[in-house]
């Protein structure tokens, strides 16, 4: 069951909603219409007062506004029950049987834990977990995140660029080694900073101080950051608008998060809300599986892996994974991909059978030639 699914059954509840409230005004208005015609006619000394009520009630009997509401509160009722049963179809309150019981090292679990608290900058939560969880390692945990909030706070509190650039002057080989240009687009963002401020002078001193010597490796770039001194105090109607736009900052901040993990040897985004997120994420495959193979009366989570795959969107795909075209399995330690001499690739169990156990020479499924088991070469993703 996709998202589609349920936000179309919503939309239905959502519509009939709209539709009872409609028709129930219209309803009201009807009868305060029907009321006030009968107060103003008992108004009218000479009109009989029995005759009038007698009137409005037939009127109301005529309009019947009990049914038309309870009939369409039927509806809605009936489009709210419709809906319920699809989320408890496709949420399930008890997660616990896609649990799967994996031994895991404690102290490894308790240093990525304490870990995002620190590159989160929640440094309190992050103490008094390694305190308690006794992380020996928590202050080489905290250190480097610690720099990196103060760099980034200085920059979203004030617009400081100063520990930016003192960061990135000190590990300047580091980060030239891996091509990075953070520090060009520090200097850039200080010079259209000068700008805005109306300090010309300082900005074109700053300009041949910071930028100049990047010319010869970023000359269009370059050329475009001087042409901003002719929009001095207009910038944000230039072609070069861009550059002043508020949204340069956040992805500088996202520039520099990215550099700074890079250096650390770990990854920008928090492993453990990756793995939560991609957990969430193939949580409806596991519990539909789990369902599945106890009504076969089988134990899937003794299995070395899934018998289904489980999709998950890119951002959460970090290696290749070969599936054999012959076998359609997914290929594993003890199965794994082997290039043959023709160049296509197969799991070694289909080369195993293809070969009989490796007692003749085979022919490739794909194309004509043949080969032996002794000159396929195991292929390591």
Known sequence: MDVDTIRESFDRVEEKQKQYASRSQEIIDQLIKEIELAITKLQDG?????????????????????????????????AIAKYTKLLEKTFHSDNSKAYRDVEMDTATINEIIA??????????????????????????????FLEMHSILQAMRQSHDLGPALAWVTK????????????????????????????????????????????????????QKVFACLLWENRLDQSPYGDLSSPSQWKELESELVRQFCGLMGQSH?????????????GLPTLLKLASVMQAKKQEWQEMKQLPVPLDLPKEYQFHSVFVCPVLREQGSEENPPMLMPCGHVLSRQSILKLSKNSTRSFKCPYCPQEGTVAQCRQLYF
């Open 171 to 222: 590990n300047r080989e580091k980060l030239v080694r891996y091509g990075s240009s953070l520090e060009l687009k520090l200097h850039e963002l200080q010079f259209i900073e000068m700008l805005k401020a109306g300090k010309k002078g300082d900005a074109l001193k700053y300009a041949r101080a910071h930028l100049s010597p990047w010319a010869n490796e970023h000359q269009a770039e370059i």
């Open 269 to 281: 985004e928090s492993p453990l809300a990756v793995t939560v997120a991609a957990g969430a994420e």
């Open 46 to 78: 000479n009109l009989d007062q029995s005759a009038v009520l007698a009137q409005l009630k037939a009127q109301i009997d005529e309009i019947t506004p009990v049914a038309q509401f309870e009939g369409c509160q039927k509806e809605l009722n009936l």
């Open 115 to 144: 870990s995002h608290f620190y590159r989160q900058g929640q440094f309190e939560i992050g103490d008094r977990f390694s305190s308690e969880a006794q992380v020996s390692e928590s202050d080489i945990l905290k250190s480097p």
